[in-house]
């Protein structure tokens, strides 16, 4: 089983990236899609997930309104859109499965290597 996030980069403050994350060696059916992030000297956070059977949301309060996490069940694939990026966003970006709905990284048994997203103003 394997993830892969793709889609970091350089970009200015108020600007726009859009996360992308592939699995490969099954399908995540039932399984919760997430997005976490970690700053320098900062532990991971919890960004965003989804259930990949309904494809209910939840967001960080600090991302919310701004990131929208979305999953392509046919190419299972889930992208997280990053729109009005502060320097406070920071990151590198991790991509998760796990088998419950959670806000803590522990819940998840599968991680993607990171996508570095570096804000500058």
């Known amino acids: 089983v394997q993830l892969q996030a793709s889609g970091g980069g350089l970009v200015q403050t108020g600007g726009s990236l859009r996360l992308s994350c592939a699995a490969s060696g099954r399908t995540f059916s039932n399984y919760v899609r997430g997005w976490f992030r970690q700053a320098p000297g900062k532990e991971r956070e919890f960004v965003a997930a989804?259930?990949?059977?309904?494809?209910?949301?939840g967001y960080a309060d600090s991302v919310k309104g701004r990131f929208t996490i979305s999953r392509d069940t046919s190419k299972n694939m889930v992208y997280l859109q990053m729109n009005s990026l502060k320097l406070e966003d920071t990151a590198v970006y991790y991509c998760?499965?796990?088998?419950?709905?959670?806000?803590?990284?522990?819940?998840?048994?599968?991680w993607g290597q990171g996508t570095q997203v570096t804000v500058s103003s």
């Open positions: 989804i259930n990949w059977s309904g494809g209910g949301t």
């Open positions: 998760a499965a796990g088998s419950n709905p959670s806000r803590l990284g522990s819940a998840y048994e599968y």
